[in-house]
């Protein structure tokens, strides 16, 4: 959650690749390292190095939602709001942060378009 929040502050001040890099490469990063916890996964030769490694093999019911959470620099609001989802949908998360970074997505766009 505080790399989604932080990643769109960035974002929204103009840092535009530190915010692609907190979203979509440490936020999912995080979310890549429980994966095996939450989603079924297919022994299909996990590399203890790299959790990004035959990930859509590992977990192919996970490998759907890759392309909302990765859609790279020009959406970076619609990634970090994708990955929100995706965690609500796993367990519970403070409101009030949820929203925050609802509202910072929705000013992200504004200023990009």
Same mark, same amino acid.
């Given at each position: 959650?505080t790399?989604?929040?932080?990643?769109?502050? =960035?974002?929204? =001040?103009?840092?535009?690749? &530190?915010? #692609?890099?907190?979203?979509?490469?440490?936020?999912? &990063?995080?979310? *890549?390292?429980? *994966?095996?916890? #939450?989603?079924?996964? /297919?022994?299909?030769?996990?590399?203890?190095?790299?959790?990004? $490694? =035959?990930?859509?093999?590992?977990? @192919?019911?996970?490998?759907?939602?890759?392309?909302?959470? *990765?859609?790279?620099?020009?959406?970076?609001?619609? &990634?970090?709001l994708?990955?929100?989802?995706?965690?609500?949908? +796993?367990? &519970? /998360?403070? @409101?009030?942060?949820?929203?925050e +970074? %609802? $509202?910072?997505?929705?000013?992200? %766009?504004?200023?990009?378009?």
């Amino acid at each position: 959650m505080t790399n989604l929040y932080v990643g769109l502050c =960035r974002y929204a =001040r103009g840092e535009r690749l &530190s915010g #692609l890099q907190l979203v979509e490469q440490h936020a999912f &990063s995080q979310l *890549l390292s429980v *994966l095996h916890l #939450l989603e079924p996964e /297919v022994d299909y030769y996990p590399d203890q190095y790299g959790n990004e $490694r =035959r990930a859509e093999q590992r977990f @192919p019911h996970a490998q759907e939602r890759f392309a909302d959470v *990765l859609q790279g620099y020009a959406r970076v609001p619609e &990634s970090a709001l994708a990955l929100l989802d995706w965690l609500e949908q +796993i367990q &519970s /998360v403070n @409101p009030a942060m949820a929203a925050e +970074i %609802r $509202r910072l997505a929705v000013e992200c %766009r504004t200023k990009n378009n």
